[in-house]
């Protein structure tokens, strides 16, 4: 059967390109080689609202699980600070929910949704599938990071998150924990989904996550585990190029995922949304330009905090677990005070600044990579 576009990958940016697509009166059919949408859930589900009510959804009562009010960071030795986070406004969502309602909004606005269905293989503009052969004028590619896993494997950490019922879990409370022996290169954290019930996870490089993760939950103290999802998260940035010929990369595959904290609900939402309405444009038009304004527009909202967010990992990755603990000595309430103040999850490089910007983080900083820091404080001005 022939389609003007066939989008692989049925996760948000997949979803959300082909609810565009077909919004326009495009046909439109997405794969995906699950056996049911939204699972298994590889997700924390931490966005904010700003976000959701741009990305056009309206989480229901069951795509909603809880709400944040506070972080609270810790440094290798159990030092800590707590930031309120209620001005951010910061949901936990459901992923297996949310994904069917993006599908239910996709499939509404016309577009086909094959499951348990696999890309096998493209070729020109024929798309080779465990159900079948498909031709279309654009192929979407959306099959998330394991398009990049050729890429750069330095670009991938390994990830590791279990639902856990847990005493210790506090409701509307994130926990982020930084150690660069047990977590080299990113952190772990408890995203409650209420009170004694949450996601724990950890990512780094060059470990077993799941066995950081194990020992972590065992010094915590009593829990029960109810589910253990394993995933790869890419930390690069962008690819050079989101077109090429007829295949438009979205989402965590065109690498619109924050390098800082991994997070790509929002950003790789907006790709799929940018992208499904350049190719809809590019589908009356016939003209390559329409579908090279995806990657411009992407780039103009994202670019600048993303090359941020760039270098404030190349920081994060060289720090060692000293220079972590003199960090957290130099944040003074007023630093916290101004964090919690902005409004602001999604774009939050700021927020790395202030903590960086403290005088004895600087001299940390610094001696540990100058030019890079002053980059990064340039960059942070312009914006
Ligand atoms: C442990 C963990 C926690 C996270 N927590 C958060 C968080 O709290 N907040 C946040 O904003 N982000 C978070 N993220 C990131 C977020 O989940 C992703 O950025 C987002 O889901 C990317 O969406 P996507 O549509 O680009 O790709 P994905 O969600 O990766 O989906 C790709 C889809 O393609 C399908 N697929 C793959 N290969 C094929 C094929 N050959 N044929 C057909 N289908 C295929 C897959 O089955 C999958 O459904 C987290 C990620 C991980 C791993």
């Known amino acids: 059967m022939d389609y003007d576009v066939v989008v692989a990958g049925a996760s948000v940016s997949g979803l959300l390109c082909a609810r565009e697509i077909a919004k326009r009166g495009n046909s439109v059919l997405i794969v995906e080689e699950d056996s049911e949408i939204g699972t298994p859930e590889h997700c924390g589900g931490m966005i904010s609202i700003s976000a ?20 609270e960071i810790f440094s290798p030795s159990g030092k800590s600070f707590v930031i309120n986070s209620e001005l951010q406004k910061v949901a ?52 998330g990071v394991s398009s990049l896993i050729h890429r750069d494997r330095n670009g ?10 847990a005493d210790w879990i506090e409701s509307g409370k994130v926990e ?11 952190f772990c954290w408890i995203i409650p989904i209420g009170s004694g019930h949450g996601k724990v996870g950890v990512a780094a490089r060059a470990i ?85 304004n995806y990657q411009n527009n992407w780039q103009k909202k994202f670019g600048k905090e993303f090359n941020s967010m760039l270098l404030a990992r ?3 990755e060289r720090l060692d677990n000293k220079a972590i603990d003199s960090i957290f000595d130099s944040v003074t309430p007023k630093i916290i005070e101004d964090i919690s103040r902005s409004e602001s999850f999604d774009f939050h ?35």
């Open 52 to 71: 959701l009510e741009e990305l056009g959804i309206v989480p229901n009562r069951v795509t909603l699980d809880n709400q944040i009010e506070s972080a």
């Open 92 to 143: 936990v969502i459901n992923r297996r929910s949310f994904d069917k309602q993006i599908a239910r909004q996709a499939q509404r606005n016309g577009a086909d949704i094959r499951v348990k269905t696999s890309v096998k293989k493209i070729i020109g503009d024929k798309i080779i599938t465990t159900d079948g052969d498909f031709k279309c004028k654009i192929i979407v590619d959306g099959r």
């Open 156 to 165: 991938i950490l390994h990830s590791a998150q279990f639902e856990v019922y």
């Open 176 to 186: 982020v924990y930084f150690d660069a022996e047990m977590y080299p290169g990113f």
């Open 208 to 292: 077993n996550a799941a066995s950081a993760l194990e020992k972590f939950l065992l010094k915590k103290g009593r829990h029960f585990i109810v589910r253990k999802i394993f995933a790869p998260i890419w930390i690069k940035g962008p690819i050079n190029n989101f077109v090429t010929k007829n295949i438009v990369t979205i989402g965590d595959a065109a690498g619109q995922t924050k390098p800082t904290t991994a997070g790509g609900i929002y950003s790789c939402g907006v790709g799929g949304i940018l992208a499904g309405r350049a190719i809809s444009q590019f589908l009356e038009s016939k003209d390559d330009s329409d579908l090279g």
């Open 314 to 316: 190349k920081l994060l």
């Open 349 to 383: 490089t700021d927020a790395v600044i202030k903590l960086l910007g403290a005088k004895s983080s600087i001299k940390v900083a610094q001696t540990i990579l100058g030019s890079e820091l002053r980059k990064l404080f340039a960059l942070v001005e312009r914006n």
